[in-house]
């Protein structure tokens, strides 16, 4: 499946836990995202499609004007929607910003479908492509259909194509990117290992004083902690989602308390 089609998938899967969240005559709290509703899921992803469609329509060279939210296309009248001022909105969710949603991803389903993924787009990343931004956008709706159909009670899975990339990301973009914001403290050698066990799938992190280092566990070697479970149950952990319970893991379980103080959720 093309990338921009994985995309479409995965919009296409929280539209519809957020329309069943709208259904339920109010919005529910999402558990995962302490603090915010599936009212402001809606909002954040929203307004995140549409500032990056600026960037990359307008090739801004940093992120759209907070102080201007006319690219993210609201309308005039806002009464009854959510505020992120004043997350959590509990209310019900407007018919207004299902639409408003779902038009902002569409336009850019569009325009991805227009770029090629080595085009030249800014993003917070060493990768300065859209092909960053198609990758990303993709993780991003997946995690946060997980979070809406969480706060129903019922999250599926995260489709396996999109967990193992989103793995793979995780050390190559978010975790450099974390420790950086963050600040972390430097590595003193300390090495995970994460292995898939509903497909292919090895990955061994190394952190090394402000590096971190991905290769393949294939060939063994010794680590503070092995994590092994299904690509999805793995993105989730390491977007910390679910706990470590349902993983099987080895070695020393403390370490995964230092995990995270390397490689800090945001």
Known sequence: ??????????????????????????????????????????IHLGSVHRGVFRIIEDRLDGPPDGSDLSFAGLPPDLTGWPDPRHAPNLGPIPDGVLGWFQEGAARLAALFDERDAGDPAWTWSKEQSVGFWVRMQTIEAAVHRWDAENALGVPRPIHEDVAADAVTQTFE??????????????????????????????????????????????????????????????????????????????????????????????
Not at 14 to 31: E, H, K, L, N, Y
Request: charged content about 25%.
């Open 1 to 42: 499946m093309e990338p921009a089609a994985r995309f479409r998938r995965e919009v296409r899967a929280f539209q519809d836990a957020a329309r069943q969240a709208a259904q339920t005559g109010a919005a529910p709290p999402v558990p995962s995202c302490p603090g915010w509703s599936v009212a402001d899921l809606l």
């Open 173 to 266: 973009v978010m975790v450099p990117a974390r420790r950086e914001w963050t600040q972390a403290p430097a590595g003193a050698g300390e090495r995970f290992r994460f292995l898939r066990t509903d497909g292919e799938g090895d990955w061994a992190v190394h952190f090394d004083g402000p590096d971190v280092r991905l290769s393949s566990g294939a060939g063994g070697g010794d680590f503070d902690v092995e994590l092994a479970g299904s690509a999805s149950d793995l993105m989730l952990f390491l977007w910390n989602r679910i706990p470590a319970d349902g993983l099987d893991v080895r070695g020393d379980k403390s370490g995964l308390d230092r995990y995270f103080v390397l490689a800090p959720p945001v």
